[in-house]
């Protein structure tokens, strides 16, 4: 050949999300888009399934177009063939109107309005998520699985809560049950991932769960920092894209005038 070209990615890690709370896929569109994130050479994707993975232990969490056992290690073994590690999304505290929709699970809601939210503090929240966990992780062979925990903004609602917040704070509250989910995963030899946002405002505490978890940084805001991590959370960023204009970000203690950006 008149040239030859060597080329390497940047990043090790290059992934997309999948996020199946609000949609339903069949298999073949799923298939596709996995072969689609492949030609763009990403090597990680994220699925989050809420009810699209069709549990056993907790049959009435199920969306009626739930992937079946057979679909899923279908996926999986695509996945395989194209490089792409696939690491399921299992939310262990928000997010979860899945379950928390049926008056069956009623009692483990955080509020009795609130649909979205289960009560950590209820030893029946964290024995149901371990069997959600349990099931998803037989059917994946990725050493990660990622336990969601994000924007769980009713924390201390409950009565039982409130008493233990009124101990330890709410970030110690959720720290508490996010460190018993994060070691029933790595008993089963896996690495929890995380979404970092409830952790931001507390550094310190953070630690604690930084050393049995992977956090992962949830932006909400582009910035242009070399460190979005340490700019946005410390100097108080808005975005005026519509859906977050006038939104602050939760739990930060902003400056006066706070900038905007595209």
Not at 9 to 35: C, K, M, W
Not at 179 to 197: A, E, F, I
Request: net charge positive; hydrophobic share 40%.
């Amino acid at each position: 050949p008149a040239i030859s070209i060597r080329d390497w990615p940047t990043l090790v890690v290059r992934g997309a999300h999948i996020d199946l709370h609000n949609l339903t896929l069949s298999q073949d569109a799923l298939e596709e888009r996995l072969a689609l994130l492949a030609g763009y050479k990403l090597n990680t994707v994220l699925i989050s399934y809420a009810d699209k993975f069709r549990f056993r232990s907790h049959p009435s969490a199920n969306h009626r177009g739930a992937l079946t056992r057979t679909e899923v290690r279908r996926l999986h073994r695509l996945a395989g063939e194209l490089g792409i590690d696939l690491i399921p999304v299992i939310q262990c505290l928000g997010h979860s109107a899945n379950v928390l929709r049926n008056a069956k699970y009623e009692h483990l809601r955080e509020r009795e309005d609130v649909l979205t939210q289960f009560c950590p503090a209820n030893p029946q929240t964290l024995a149901l998520v371990k069997d959600l966990l349990d099931e998803v992780m037989d059917a994946h062979s990725s050493r990660f699985i990622h336990i969601g925990a994000d924007e769980t903004y009713f924390l201390g609602a409950c009565p039982r809560c409130r008493c233990v917040a009124d101990r330890k704070g709410k970030i110690g509250l959720y720290i508490d049950y996010v460190s018993k989910v994060c070691d029933h995963v790595r008993s089963r030899g896996r690495t929890p991932l995380l979404w970092d946002d409830m952790l931001c405002t507390s550094p310190s505490i953070a630690r604690r769960l930084a050393r049995k978890a992977d956090l992962c940084y949830w932006d909400y805001f582009p910035v242009d920092a070399k460190n979005p991590f340490v700019f946005f959370r410390n100097h108080g960023w808005f975005c005026n894209k519509s859906h977050w204009k006038d939104r602050p970000w939760w739990g930060g203690d902003f400056v006066d005038n706070p900038r905007c950006r595209d």
